[in-house]
């Protein structure tokens, strides 16, 4: 496992709040696990990680992430599997878009194999924090942010990246309701679409109000420029099914966060022989394949939202209905493919799993 963390130091806590944790309901994000990791960044270098009990932090008022948002951030997930290890899924790949995130905010590079030594000895200290119900899992939040106590306008010269974890259930209870964004704008041609950076969320807030409050559970994104293409939605991408092809908006703009668990659907439509295009998609595309039936299946992808049914897509006014969630083969399969991996009942044919324990 741990190769480049010879400097770490580990403080147990003496007063776990793991037996204070209520296993059926696990409201996601707000309950914490027992440990926290630490490590600075100053004089240009990184410092010696620290694993520490979970706890407050003090800042300078003038810390600089808080006024200008150089802030970064992953989410991942630890599972226990079926043999009882403790395994993370694709942890390579968000350590290689943390190190990109790093490089579009003018933050210090994370080293990738840092990141994924930092978040296993993490894991590893907190697995008795791994839930074990299907469904559940260990979810894994590494952030780095600007610490410099300095008011004037330019990339800070100290940080911290930290990661704690949190036992979640599902993120989404229940089939989705989005809504065609054509006013509001999350990501512009040029800008930090493509970085998983704090601002990018804090920017989706009052749009994604309005949303809610007109009966939407999230908003679809669509391209600042015309209002035309379909982008993305809050906190997953977006995967359609037209006359059985997989569709989803291609990453070739810097607009879209790149996905893992997207790109892990369509690694799997090609070991499947599922036919997939990652394109451009026009809202008309969509909303006339809904009224004539050649769209069949519409689902968001991400690591919180996991493999999440859209039912309704709402468009200028108006819902347009896609089929029951029992007709849909082709994200059943994959979906069921995908936990599957993570539990141990299917094969890792990809080499996806990270074996911390
Ligand atoms: N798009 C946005 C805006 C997200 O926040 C997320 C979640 O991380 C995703 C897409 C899906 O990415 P991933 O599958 O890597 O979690
Ligand atoms: C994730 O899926 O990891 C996300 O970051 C989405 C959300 C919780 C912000």
Redesign the pocket.
């Known amino acids: 496992m741990s190769t480049t963390l010879n400097n770490l130091s580990v403080t147990r806590t003496s007063d776990s709040k793991l037996n204070q944790v209520d296993w059926e309901n696990l409201p996601f994000g707000r309950v914490f696990s027992d440990h926290m990791l630490v490590m600075d960044y100053k004089d240009g270098a990184w410092q010696a990680p620290a694993i520490l009990p979970f706890q407050n932090l003090q800042l300078h008022p003038a810390t600089s992430a808080i006024h200008y948002g150089q802030s970064i951030f992953e989410?991942l997930k630890a599972y226990k599997n079926q043999n009882d290890e403790v395994v993370i899924f694709r942890p390579q790949?968000?350590a290689k878009?943390f190190r990109e995130s790093c490089l579009r905010m003018c933050m210090p590079e994370l080293p990738e194999e840092l990141f994924l030594d930092c978040v296993a000895a993490l894991v590893g200290v907190d697995s008795n924090w791994i839930p074990s119900q299907p469904g559940y899992s260990l979810y894994i939040r590494p952030f780095l942010f600007a610490t410099d106590d300095f008011i004037g306008i330019k990339p800070s010269e100290s940080y911290k990246f930290m990661i704690f974890t949190c036992p979640v259930g599902a993120y989404y209870s229940q089939p989705l309701r989005v809504k065609i964004e054509e006013r509001y704008t999350r990501a512009a041609e040029g800008g930090v679409g493509r970085a998983?950076t704090a601002g990018?969320?804090a920017a989706s807030l009052y749009p994604a109000k309005l949303g809610n409050k007109e009966g939407y559970h999230q908003l679809v994104w669509t391209d600042a420029k015309e209002h035309k293409y379909v982008e993305?939605?809050?906190?997953?991408?977006i995967v359609f099914v037209k006359n059985g092809k997989i569709i989803t908006p291609s990453e070739e703009s810097d607009t879209?966060?790149p996905?893992?668990?997207?790109r892990s659907v369509l690694e799997l439509a090609a070991h499947f022989g599922i036919p997939f295009e990652e394109r451009k998609i026009e809202v008309t595309e969509i909303i006339d394949g809904i009224k004539d039936g050649s769209i069949t299946d519409a689902f968001g992808?991400?690591?919180?939202?996991t493999i999440a049914p859209i039912q309704t897509i709402g468009f200028r006014g108006q819902d347009y209905e896609l089929p029951s969630l029992e007709t849909r083969e082709i994200s059943s399969k994959i979906h069921a493919t995908l936990d599957g991996i993570k539990a141990g009942t299917h094969s890792d044919v990809f080499n996806w799993i990270y074996k911390v324990i």
């Open positions: 989410g790949s968000n878009r998983k990018n969320y993305e939605s809050g906190t997953m991408n879209i966060l996905g893992i668990t997207k992808a991400g690591t919180a939202a």
